[in-house]
């Protein structure tokens, strides 16, 4: 692949202890031939990601693996912007640490960037060759539920706009999380409306997303609440 | 233009036809009178079938679960002798 190109691949992590360790060995099992760095963003995880993240540092090489720690849980929303500031890429990758992403995918993201030139390429579920594993009846209808209203309402362009796995021009990604204020499960939303109206070329490439196999979801009646506001929030401001 | 304002221009042409043909009496004002409530109606419906086809259409991946605990086994297999800790088993 180009060899100019390199591609920071921002994890925020939270009690990822394990999945960490997954997630690394399967990011460099699958990207041979690519110049990358993986930036961990801990909010001080009381499991000791940290300490695996350092045992990970001494196998692949502390300038291969970055880890950029906060000291308390901060929240995802600002983990990016943290990730992103000692990017030294000139992509940005982001993705979950709890292998509902599949490092896999990596391959076809950039692939999809190199031929389109896309400044975002963005994994979708709701496609040919996409799908989710491990999630049941009521997950399913409030997820198709939640994709309908916001088809409908706000125009976006693209398929799956919950999806955080996402490859950034690091230029692109650092004017929308300037621009964008949500937190939480809402900033993947703004981000990505914000982008398709400031008119960023936006692909997608097929992903398949396996739920995490620790712990439930934690898509309640809150966070439906939040999503509504967010989707209102959006149409008034975007 | 803000989405919600492109959407209101939506809504309010769309009223306006349906003043004109209030107007113009083409249909019997009675059915015309009734026409907004068809399209909320048609709203809701083309909502509700797109939630139902999604749903039935919702691709699943159970051979992704598979492959992922293969991967998981095979990372373990590497990075437990190079002294991260991966837990037992
Ligand atoms: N740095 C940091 N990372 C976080 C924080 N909250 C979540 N994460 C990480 O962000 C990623 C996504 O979080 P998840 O908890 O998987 O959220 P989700 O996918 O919406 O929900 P699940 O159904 O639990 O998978 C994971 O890698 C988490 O470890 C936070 O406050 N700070
Ligand atoms: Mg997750």
Redesign the interface.
């Known amino acids: 692949m180009e060899d100019k190109n390199k591609y920071s691949i921002i994890i925020p992590t939270y009690n990822e202890r394990l999945n960490i360790a997954l997630i690394v060995y399967l990011v460099f099992k699958h990207l041979r031939d690519v110049d990358f760095e993986i930036i961990v963003v801990d909010d001080g995880s009381p499991d000791g990601t940290q300490e695996i993240v350092k045992q990970l540092q001494q196998v692949y090489g502390e300038d291969r693996i970055l880890l950029r720690a906060r000291p308390k849980k901060l929240g995802l929303g600002t983990a990016y912007s943290h990730g992103v500031k000692h990017a030294s890429g000139n992509f940005v990758v982001i993705m979950d640490a709890d292998l509902s992403h599949h490092p896999k995918y990596l391959p076809s993201f950039i692939k999809k960037q190199l031929e389109t030139g896309a400044s975002i390429v963005t994994g979708t579920r709701y496609v040919k060759d996409g799908g989710v594993h491990g999630w049941n009846l009521m997950r399913k209808l409030t997820s198709r539920g939640a994709n309908v209203l916001a088809q409908t309402l706000l125009w976006p362009g693209v398929s799956d706009l919950t999806g955080s796995f996402r490859l950034y021009r690091k230029s692109v990604l650092e004017d929308l999380i300037s621009s964008c204020v949500s937190k939480g499960y809402v900033f993947q939303m703004e981000m990505i409306v914000r982008a398709s109206r400031k008119g960023y070329h936006i692909e997608e490439v097929p992903i398949t997303f396996v739920d995490r196999v620790y712990g439930s979801s934690k898509l309640g009646g809150s966070e439906i609440v939040e999503y509504l506001k967010g989707l209102v929030y959006l149409l008034v401001t975007t | 233009m ?3 304002v492109k ?1 209101m221009t939506l809504l309010v042409a769309i009223s306006a036809l349906w003043g004109g043909l209030l107007q113009i009496s083409m249909v019997p004002r009675s059915h015309a009178l009734l026409l907004p409530i068809y399209f909320v109606v048609c709203l809701g419906c083309y ?1 509700l079938l ?2 139902g086809v ?2 039935m259409q ?5 051979q ?2 598979v492959l ?1 605990q293969q ?2 086994i ?3 297999k ?2 437990k002798p ?6 037992s088993d």
């Open positions: 803000k989405h919600i959407i909502g797109m939630v999604g749903l919702f691709p699943t991946c159970p992704e679960a992922l991967d998981i095979e990372a373990k590497y990075l190079r002294g991260v800790d991966v837990g």
